[in-house]
């Protein structure tokens, strides 16, 4: 047999693994383990040529889940709960860093990059400085290591090739559940990444202040190099949002749009977008007994339709019940990973304990979803709906906009804070957030708006708002939108009824308002009427109005497309 041969990859019992020089090695690791474990060197998978990362002995490779159970298990990264699911502390990090997040700034990609406080620049010496730390770290300290394999994007046309390395068990796990999974041998072997995340989270930057950087954590992208590095911070959601906006950065300079929304799909193949920050509804919506799951954080809109970027679900779980998100709730069990929740004594999760921090997570492969849809792909979408949490009690339960209405808010991603959910917030506090997922954006917003606008008229895709805050008065005067009430709405827009409505057109912000619609109370339908107090309701709707030119006034530039006009006046 020849050398070649030799390294080749193989198959015994449904396992992958990339043979060592020494047979007595493998045997020795099986032993171990327990049973074949899917084992590789950094030279058969080219990562000492690509990183500069020599030593370690062993590394393991597409791990199975089973075998990622065990790893978890044997190294004492967690603990297991009563069901299986393996549950993991991220430390003193919790959540990202955005403030630690940087650019290489060089060309050609420092003319393509949107600069300023969400996408930071360093010099290429900071990054090498950062980088060496890594490799050292992993030559000098590490003697197993993990490496994933796999995609961002269920498209083959637009998908990117990732390879993620982390010295954790559990971080192998969770870019195995997030990104999607190679299913044979012909699609690893040769696999040549795009992109390369080499996860050094035990390596603290001490030197920070000297390099110039915000803390001790660094996460930076080298886009030339193709290549990012984390520093600091076990939080695995770094490498979630760090591929993604990656996406957001190549996909559209090729016409494809990158867009942090959930998807779902229709008996009859009629596709939806659901775009909004944090407490709109976002996931519980999308969530549809009657509709097919895409996914739930990340997709693409390539010439062939929409695709979500993801094999799996990253699901917030603080006060999670069956009752309320049953879907999310069934789906915890075996394979699944649990981040920073507290568990039991009798090895239960509880999702009430928020000791650690309320950003308490999961992270599981999207077919714990029974009600999803197997290709992870759609066609181009006929509705996009736009959710927003409007604590100020102004914006009506639903209203179809125009498609440079729709440009606008987009490029605004409106919601509001309310009292009580942070500390020193005594009242509806706006939250503005551009694509509705500002920190991943890498081109300038308008960039993703203008190739929106082309989509949306290139495939007659209509655009709503749905507002699941309050109506009948602000926080603390009226009362939360009935959720029988927003689904009413959602599904009007989804099976196309809302078309056949009257509709008016508010007299400040401009978009069209139905009169009437089944399953909505007419007087909460125009927000005004709900109001007691009309006089109060037209002074909080100008000051809504202004805080939203306010804030769009930063996306009129030279070189850009204007959409102010199409805001409120």
């Not at 959710?387 to 409106?414: E, I, K, N, W």
Request: net charge neutral.
């Amino acid at each position: 047999m020849s050398a070649m041969k030799a390294l080749a990859p193989a198959w015994r019992n449904g396992l992958r693994y990339t043979s060592f020089s020494s047979r007595a090695r493998i045997a020795t690791a099986r032993t171990q383990l327990g049973k074949t474990a899917s084992l590789a060197t950094v030279s058969s998978l080219g990562i000492d040529k690509a990183t500069g990362i020599t030593k370690p002995s062993t590394v393991y490779y597409n791990l199975p889940y089973p075998e990622v159970f065990e790893h978890e298990s044997k190294n004492k990264e967690g603990e297991s709960t009563a069901n299986g699911t393996y549950c993991v502390s991220t430390g003193q990090f919790t959540g990202r860093s955005p403030k630690d997040k940087y650019f290489v700034k060089q060309a050609p990609s420092d003319k393509a990059l949107d600069w300023g406080k969400i996408n930071k620049g360093v010099a290429p010496e900071v990054y090498k400085n950062i980088y060496k730390k890594a490799v050292k770290h992993y030559n000098e300290n590490v003697d197993k290591m993990y490496v994933f394999d796999g995609y961002c994007g269920t498209s083959p046309k637009s998908r990117k090739n990732v390879r993620i390395i982390t010295e954790l068990a559990w971080q192998h796990h969770f870019a195995k559940n997030m990104f999607i999974r190679p299913e044979s041998e012909a699609e690893t072997a040769g696999f040549k990444p795009d992109f390369t995340i080499i996860n050094a989270c035990k390596v603290v930057n001490d030197d920070y202040k000297e390099l110039g950087l915000n803390s001790e954590v660094a996460v930076v992208f080298n886009v030339e190099e193709h290549t990012a590095v984390i520093t600091g911070t076990w939080y695995g959601g770094e490498m979630k949002k760090g591929i993604f906006s990656m996406m957001n950065f190549w996909l559209p300079q090729d016409g494809v749009m990158a867009m942090h929304c959930s998807a779902n799909k229709g008996k009859d193949g009629d596709t939806a977008l659901f775009f909004g920050l944090s407490g709109t509804g976002k996931t519980t919506l999308s969530a549809d007994p009657e509709r097919l799951l895409i996914g739930d954080d990340e997709h693409g809109w390539d010439d062939d339709g929409i695709f979500n970027f993801e094999g799996g679900c990253y699901a917030k779980t603080v006060n999670l019940s069956r009752d309320n998100e049953p879907e999310i709730y069934d789906a915890i069990k075996r394979d699944a990973l649990l981040e920073n929740v507290v568990i039991k004594e009798n090895g239960e999760p509880d999702y009430t304990d928020v000791s650690k921090t309320e950003n308490t997570r999961v992270s599981y492969p999207i077919y714990h979803i029974d009600n999803h849809e197997p290709t992870g792909m759609g066609g181009h979408p006929n509705s996009i709906i736009f959710l927003t949490c409007d604590a100020f009690g102004v914006l009506p339960p639903v209203s179809r906009l125009s498609p440079g209405q729709a440009m606008y808010h987009y490029l605004s991603g409106y919601t509001a804070k309310v009292a009580g959910t942070e500390r020193g917030v005594t009242e509806p506090t706006p939250n503005f957030s551009a694509g509705f997922g500002a920190a991943f954006l890498t081109l300038h917003p308008t960039r993703y708006a203008d190739l929106l606008q082309k989509k949306l008229d290139r495939h007659g895709t209509k655009c709503f708002l749905i507002n699941t805050g309050w109506t009948g008065g602000g926080y603390g005067v009226g009362k939360r939108m009935s959720i029988k009430a927003t689904r009413a709405c959602v599904n009007a827009v989804l099976d196309g009824s809302i078309n056949k409505a009257d509709f008016t057109a508010d007299p400040v912000f401009g978009f069209d308002v139905p009169t009437e619609l089944p399953g909505v109370p007419t007087e909460v339908l125009i927000p005004r009427d709900a109001w007691s107090d009309k006089d109060s309701y037209d002074a909080t709707r100008s000051r809504l109005a202004g805080m939203f030119k306010d804030n769009f006034a930063k996306f009129v530039k030279p070189g850009v497309t204007d959409y102010t006009s199409f805001g409120p006046e």
